[in-house]
């Protein structure tokens, strides 16, 4: 039987995810001269650190300003268009324990109408922002106040689904046993339990395995275990340099057998260090592939990037996500005649959604893991293939919902 996970579980999990830095904050430019007041989007991040997304900033100032050059937004009934204004903080509760609810504060002050992309652990600010009826539209769910309040409007599943779709996806690849490696920590120790999720038989987990944290750490003797387990396929949940020096270790140790490794913890810039060592192994994304140009979304996408991130901007899952959270918000503010927080929240609760890069979903659909707030349990297995993540044929999407057993 496949066993319901709870919210604290699933808490742990995704705020094991998060490492936070200082706080700043800054008021982005917009180029194009519109005239019509500026919308306010706040865009609250980690900074730099062990998980530090660089591109997930550049890539939601490229898009505003694709946005404005392209027009901006219309609004109902006339008047002048108006540009996307991007309110971008960057908090850290390591140096500072109320960094991220100061990003919050600030945003709301300046009378943003929505949070994009947030990528911070905090229920402080999903609290505040709920509070001031600003919804957070393509959050990045990383606590509790993500995955249940109504200000919280993923458009992805995020760690929780893509966990236990590493497991789904070894299995769909030809491997029954699955071990699992990890980080060391009382989250890390979570983990396994989401991959066992979905798996064809519980008994087909064969081992977990927990690394330390500190990349510098000698990780020979953890390998050379993992590979003697000889597992049909590693489910591989680490930071993006963990990531890199596991799978190069697992290869060098000697193992053969599958790697699955979610999408956030990969990019082109980590693929290269890493060589041949990669190639074959499966990403488990919530988006399609950014290589998958055939697909008008994502070549949109990668043309925006190009043109208004001077051709710098990896296709990483954060880009993808803050990319499809901003056009969203400004799809559904053209045309409004009331511009404001409660007015988007009102048209996001309960309402379909088609952003292109992933299947259309309906706010408040019911899912395997019974979070309120995610939205979808679609996920597509990606590979490796000549150090670039290819998408399946046809770019095709897998529901999890469909291995869940009552």
């Given at each position: 039987m ?12 995704a705020a ?61 009934g ?10 971008h ?16 504060r600030?945003?709301?002050?300046k ?15 999903v ?72 798996l ?16 510098s750490?000698?990780?020979t ?18 930071s993006?340099d ?7 270790g ?10 699955a ?14 060589g ?23 070549k ?20 993808l996500?803050v ?27 309960g ?15 019911p899912?395997?893991?019974k ?30 919902n ?5």
């Amino acid at each position: 039987m496949r066993r319901a996970l709870s919210l604290a579980a699933l808490t742990a999990l995704a705020a094991a995810t998060v490492t936070a830095c200082s706080g700043s904050g800054s008021e982005s430019e917009y180029g194009k001269d519109l005239t019509g007041e500026p919308i306010n989007l706040s865009v609250i991040a980690s900074g730099p650190g062990p998980i530090y997304q660089p591109e997930l900033l550049k890539a939601a100032q490229a898009t505003a300003n694709a946005i404005n050059d392209a027009g901006g937004v219309k609004p109902g009934g006339g008047g002048a268009a108006r540009p996307i204004k991007l309110i971008h903080c960057e908090a850290s509760t390591v140096t500072d324990p109320n960094a991220a609810t100061k990003c919050a504060r600030e945003a709301i002050d300046k009378k943003v109408i929505a949070g994009v992309g947030k990528y911070v652990s905090s229920d402080a600010v999903v609290q505040a922002f709920h509070g001031a009826k600003i919804p957070l539209v393509g959050t990045q769910v990383q606590t509790g106040q993500d995955f249940t309040s109504p200000a919280s409007f993923p458009i992805q599943g995020g760690s929780p689904m893509l966990s236990a779709a590493t497991g789904v996806a070894l299995q769909q690849a030809g491997a029954k046993t699955v071990a699992v490696v990890t980080g060391d920590s009382p989250s890390g120790r979570l983990v396994p339990q989401y991959v066992k999720a979905l798996l064809a038989d519980p008994g087909d987990l064969k081992g977990a395995h927990y690394l330390p944290f500190d990349v510098s750490a000698d990780l020979t003797s953890h390998f050379s275990q993992i590979a003697g387990a000889r597992p049909d396929g590693v489910a591989l949940l680490a930071s993006t340099d963990v990531t890199t020096k596991t799978i190069v270790g697992l290869r060098q140790a000697g193992y053969r057998g599958k790697i699955a490794v979610v999408a956030t913890a990969v990019s082109e810039a980590s693929l290269a260090k890493m060589g041949d060592a990669s190639e074959g192994t499966v990403v488990v994304s919530d988006y399609d592939a950014a290589t998958n140009t055939a697909n008008p979304k994502i070549k949109q996408f990668v043309d925006e990037m190009d043109k208004y991130g001077d051709g710098k901007i990896e296709g990483t899952e954060f880009a993808l996500n803050v990319w499809a959270a901003i056009h969203l918000v400004a799809d559904r503010l053209n045309g409004a005649t009331d511009i404001s927080g409660p007015a988007l929240m009102k048209s996001l609760e309960g309402s379909k959604v088609s952003i292109g890069i992933a299947p259309d979903f309906t706010y408040g659909s019911p899912n395997f893991l019974k979070l309120p707030r995610l939205p979808r349990a679609t996920v597509q297995f990606q590979t490796v293939q000549g150090g670039k993540i290819m998408a399946p044929e046809g770019g095709t999407f897998t529901d999890l919902n469909q291995f869940a057993k009552k």
